[in-house]
Structures are given as C-alpha cells and as structure tokens.
C-alpha cells in the first residue's frame, strides 16, 4: 500500500510544482495588461456615437469591423469580450467595488473551495448512483438473459404460430402480440439513444421544462446520459458472464448448490435480492460469481470515476451552470486568468487522485483477503 | 415459393445475428436516409454546413483512430524495450503514463485546444487540414493510452505461455514475437475491437469539446476559426432553438410532426451524433461477441 500510496503521492506533488512553475513563468498581470492593445480598446470606447455598454453597439460594431476586416473575426471577437471586461472594470472602479484582476486573494480561494466541495459532493453521489444502476441492471440482465428469447426469435415464433392459426380470434391475438413487441422494441430503441445522448442534448431538450441549473437535474443528467451507465453495464455483464463460464461455477452446480436462473422461483433468484443495496444470493451459485465479480469491476470503476469526471466537467460547461467548478474554470480561461484556472485544474487532479488511492485500497485489501484465505487453506 | 419465403428468412436470420455488420449497415443506411431527407428539406447553405460537419468529424475521428494505433503501438514498444534494458526508464515511462491517465480527458483536450487557438492566433497554424490533424492528434493523446493498455495486457498474457520461451529458445527475436505473433496474430481482433470503441469515444468527445468551446469561450477559442463539426454546429443558435423544440413538442403533440421540417439543422445534428453513438457501442459488441472475445 505504501508503495502505490508513494507513486500517487509524487505524482500529485510532480504536477503541483509544474503548476507552480507555470504559474511562475507566466505571472499575473495588472490590470491593463490584462488586455491585448488597450488604446485600441480606449478608442472604441471613447467613441461618442457608440455606447458599447449596450449589446446591440456591441454588435453594431463587430459586423463594422467585420465588414472592414473580413478575415479576422476571432480578433474581432477578442477585441470585443475585452472591450465588455474593460467596461465592467470601469463601471466597477466608479462604484468604489474592486476590478475584476487576475490576482487571487482569501475571498477568491474560498469561493472555489466551496465550488469544489460541492463538486465532489455531486460527484461521490452521482458515482454511487452509477455503481449500484451498473451492479444491478448488469445482474437483473444476467439473470434474465438466461430464460428469455431474443426479439427475433420471440417474432419469429409468434409469426410462425400466426401463419398456422385459422380462427380470427387467435389470428387478432398473435397480431396484438406482435404489435406488443415491436413497441416494447421502438421504446428500448428510444431508450437506449437517450442513455446515449451526450448530457447537453438531453438538457437542451427539455430545458423548456426543467431548471437546467438545478442540482437535481445535474445529478439526473450524470447518471443517465454520456452512454456512462449502459457502457459500465455492460462490462459489468461481460464480467459476469465470463465469470459465470469458470469451471469452480459447474463444480458447485454438480455440488447441489441452487443453479436456476429465474426470478421468484424455486431453486431461483429473488427479484428482490438483486434490487437490494447490500446484495448477496446465500445458497445459490450466483452469490460467488457476484462476489468475484465485483472484485474484478474494481479496476473498471476507476476507469468509470475518470470517465463521470468528465461527464460532470462536460455537464457544467455545455450547460453553463454558474456558480459552479468547471463554469468557473471556463470563464476564468475566457479572461487567460491563468492561476484560478491552474487551481481549480490541481482541484480536479486532485479528486481523481484521491479516487485512484481509495479504489487502490480497497483492491489491496481485497487482495490481502483472498490471499489470507488461500495462505490459511495451504495450511 | 415456400422454400424461397424460408431461405430469405433464413438469410434475414443470419444477417441479423452478424450484430456488427448489421449495426453497421443500420448505420450506413441511417446516415444516406438522413442526407436525402436534408437535400429534401434543409435550405442549401444549411445543408452544406452539415455535410462539411459531418465528413469533418468522421476524418477527425479516422485520424483519432490512426494516431491511437501508432501512439498506442509506439509507447507498447518502448515501455517492453526500457523493460529489458533500462528498468528505471520504464518506470519513469509508467509515472507519465499514469499521469496521462488521471488527465481527465475532456479537461486534457480543452486545454489542447486552448494552446492550439494560441497558435492559430500567432499566426502558426491556418490551414485547414492541419487544423484536423491536429484536433485529432490532440484527441488521440487523451485517449491512445487505451491501445496501449489492450497490447500491454496481451503481451503480459502471452509472455506467460510457453510458446513465448519456445521460440525465444528457437532464436527468434522478442521484437518479432511480440510484433508479428503476439499483436499482429493473435490481438488483431481485439486491437479492431478496441478502435470500435475509441471511434464512438473520439466522436463523443470531439463534439462535446466542439460544443463547449463553441457555447462558452466563442469569443477565445473561436468556432470560426476552427473547422466545424457537428459538436460546434449543434452550439449555433438555429440548433439549439431546434433542440428546444422537442421540449417544446412535449406539451404540444401537434408540434411534432412539424420537427423534421421546421427543425431540421438542429434535429438532424443531434441525431447523427447519438445515432453513430448507439450504432457503434452496438457494433463493437456485436464484433466481440462474433469472434467471443
């Protein structure tokens, strides 16, 4: 443990004295250096036709400069977001209030703290969302996989018992059962492109509707959309069914221990077991192939935190949720406010550290376990 | 007539259980059905947009994949070279490699992306198709580690069967048995496999970056600047306001019908993204479970 706990420990500190040096070689500027040609900036504003306080001047003036100069709309676009922080700056200076710099004081670093605290409070709860949808859609597939037919052959079969059936009655029955199963087709087909949707879609979607602002939504949209929870389902199932062909699991089975797989049967599993937050199948071959598998899901899941990280980063920006982390890191790389973007970036390496050395723990001492239970049986 | 009714529907059987081939023809025929109901019904310029949108993803995503094989390829090589020459290399091959890794790759991409509007702003980068290449290079360094994963675990695996030491015995050299016998024979499915995955990722994560850029640093990163794709094109106004009109149609069921011709741009570009999403993750496991991987 110490060893992989000293690997993530200099990494951590490797990538805090780069920032540091980074933050060194490109120090904070002042207030005027914040922009590119500031008399160009004071000549626009200090035009007495303009007032570029107002959006429709501001928009009057790019389509002038774009007509002039054609080929250089991203300075044009530039040019303008500075003019907009040059006359916030002015605006704020008249108030008395301070101007937006770049410098960071104590009020600044404890803002993005508690951006950060409530970063990893949606994220810890969106990954133990996600871990346990994963284990239990994997499970409840796994296990009904066994028993039922697949689209085709369930159409097929009811085609084919149709096309024999003379009487109208059954005729009517087997079309409303083919029409049954071509909607519960359409809906699973509609289902899986909104799993599939990346989150901004979805939030667009049906930001008529909702406040895309809200926590709650942020959580909803983490959970289901990004393909997060249908792809780490998936390998979930791909686990248990290459588990689930081991030999150990066909010894047990001649062993007597319970080896259906149906729901609330004899002999079978209970629907309810495989819902339950503390999963466990006490007499039924299953409960192995579970335990084994959500040893080996563990590497998986570092994989599945770093791939929510990036579901939750993507989530903030595209939806432009303000007052929180990555909302912040966006605009602080609109105005090259270089060392609150290093720090919130240290923030995120951070968490995704810390996940590595926690999900490190638990395997190490999952490994110790098995590897005390085979040394005791040795013995 | 009967035998021929059995042998098509034999035939429709067979194809159906091809997962990835037929996830890929339903991909195929979704795109060309999607082209011709826009050539139908989207305004000209529109409709140019979104071809150059979509042919500029798919050859960013290509190149995605190229790069992550070559990447992936490359650093498999070098980490089993420093493995049996310089063991301090390797680990300090392993701490960059891991430090890679804990880069979460939309934050690793957008910070590529910021450096790379530096330099089409000093001048150093204009044309369009190093732009592309160097959209996808950026992508493929956040995700080529993936590759290398796949053929680092395939050699572990292999080094541990006899074969291995039988032919380094016979005087073959490890470089050919860890290139021709151990990647290129026996992990060519899994490293296909594998590139299935990344295309879907490459496409998910170039239009989320193309997004994000577009919507909330237009005026730093600029769209215009870079080419645009189907994730900056979903960012426009016209779009997002097509976006909304399917919410819209929630509370309105009239309004529906009118989506795929008032709302097309926007509906079209949504829809091409989710619907290469679902088809790929289908193909790839459909491949997987064609070759029981």
């Given amino acids: 443990m110490k060893k992989i706990l000293n690997n993530h420990l200099i990494s951590i500190v490797f990538v805090g004295l780069l920032f540091i040096i980074i933050h060194f070689l490109y120090p904070t500027e002042t207030s005027d250096d914040m922009f590119s040609d500031l008399s160009l900036i004071r000549t626009y504003t200090e035009l007495d036709f303009l007032d570029l306080n107002s959006p429709e001047d501001r928009q009057l003036l790019k389509e002038s400069l774009e007509i002039y100069e ?20 002015q605006t704020r200076a008249t108030a008395g209030s301070r101007e937006s710099t770049k410098n960071i004081d104590g009020d600044k670093l404890v803002s993005i703290l508690i951006m950060l605290i409530k970063f990893v409070a949606i994220y810890i709860l969106v990954l133990l969302i996600t871990y346990y949808a994963v284990e239990t859609f994997a499970l409840y597939r796994f296990v009904h996989d066994r028993y039922s037919l697949s689209f085709f052959k369930s159409i097929s079969i009811i085609a084919h018992k149709l096309s024999n059936s003379n009487n109208f009655k059954s005729k009517s029955v087997y079309s409303i059962k083919i029409l049954a199963k071509t909607g519960q087709i359409v809906l699973k087909a509609l289902m899986l492109l909104i799993l599939f949707a990346p989150a ?10 909702f406040d895309t602002e809200s926590i709650v939504l942020m959580i909803i949209l983490g959970v289901i959309s990004n393909g997060l929870l249908i792809t780490y389902t998936q390998k979930y199932y791909t686990f248990l069914l290459s588990e689930s062909r081991k030999g150990y699991v066909q010894t047990a089975v001649v062993k007597n221990l319970d080896s259906g797989f149906i729901f609330d049967k004899e002999g079978g599993i209970s629907l309810s077991s495989v819902f339950r937050f503390n999963k466990n199948f006490p ?15 563990l590497t998986t899941l570092k994989e599945q935190a770093s791939f929510l990280i990036t579901g939750l980063i993507i989530i903030e920006m595209a939806l432009n949720i303000q007052g929180h982390l990555c909302y912040e890191l966006m605009q602080n790389i609109l105005y090259k406010n270089l060392s609150v973007v290093l720090i919130i970036l240290f923030g995120i390496f951070l968490i995704v550290k810390l996940t590595e050395i926690v999900i490190d723990s638990i395997l190490l001492k999952h490994q110790n376990k098995i590897g005390n239970i085979s040394s005791e049986d040795s013995e | ?7 098509l529907s034999y035939t429709i059987a067979k194809f159906y259980r091809q997962k990835d081939q037929y996830w890929f023809v339903l991909w195929l025929v979704g795109i060309l059905f999607i082209w011709i109901w826009n050539i ?4 000209k310029p529109a409709l140019r947009q979104l071809e150059s949108g979509f042919l500029n993803t798919l050859f960013i995503s290509i190149l995605v994949i190229i790069f992550s094989i070559f990447g992936g390829w490359a650093i498999t090589l070098l980490y089993e070279f420093f493995n049996q020459r310089f063991p301090r290399l390797q680990i300090i091959l392993n701490f960059f490699i891991n430090l890679i890794r804990s880069i979460p790759q939309i934050v690793g991409i957008l910070m590529g992306y910021v450096i790379l509007t ?13 732009l592309l290449i160097s959209m996808a290079f950026i992508i493929a360094l956040f995700i080529f580690l993936e590759v290398f994963d796949l053929l680092h675990e395939r050699i572990t695996y292999f080094r541990r069967r006899d074969f291995f030491n039988a032919m380094r015995v016979c005087g073959i050299s490890e470089r050919f048995i860890i290139n021709r016998e151990i990647i290129w024979r026996s992990s060519r499915i899994h490293l296909i496999n594998k590139l299935i995955a990344i295309f879907g990722i490459s496409i998910f994560l170039l239009c989320s970056v193309d997004f994000i850029i577009s919507v909330g640093l237009s005026t730093d990163v600029s769209s215009v600047d870079l080419p645009v794709t189907l994730g900056s094109l979903l960012a426009k ?3 997002k306001q097509d976006i909304l009109a399917i919410g819209h149609s929630l509370s309105h069921w009239g309004y529906v019908v009118r989506l795929p011709f008032e709302h097309l741009q926007g509906i079209t570009v949504a829809f091409i993204i989710v ?17 029981h991987l």
């Fill in chain 2, 1 to 7: 007539m009967k035998q021929h009714h059995q042998k």
């Fill in chain 2, 40 to 43: 139908l019904y989207l305004n």
């Fill in chain 2, 118 to 130: 530096v330099l089409i702003q000093k001048g150093l980068l204009s044309s369009n198709w190093i």
């Fill in chain 1, 200 to 209: 901004y879609v979805i939030a667009y979607s049906f930001k008529t509707r």
């Fill in chain 2, 275 to 291: 619907f290469t999403l679902v088809c790929f993750y289908r193909m790839g496991n459909g491949y997987a479970r064609r070759h």
């Fill in chain 2, 237 to 239: 106004i016209d779009s």
């Fill in chain 1, 70 to 89: 054609p080929d250089k709309t991203s300075f044009h676009d530039s040019l303008l977001a500075e003019i907009e922080l040059y006359l916030t700056n």
């Fill in chain 1, 283 to 297: 007499g039924h071959i299953l409960d192995q192939i579970y335990e084994n598998v959500r040893f080996q899901y």
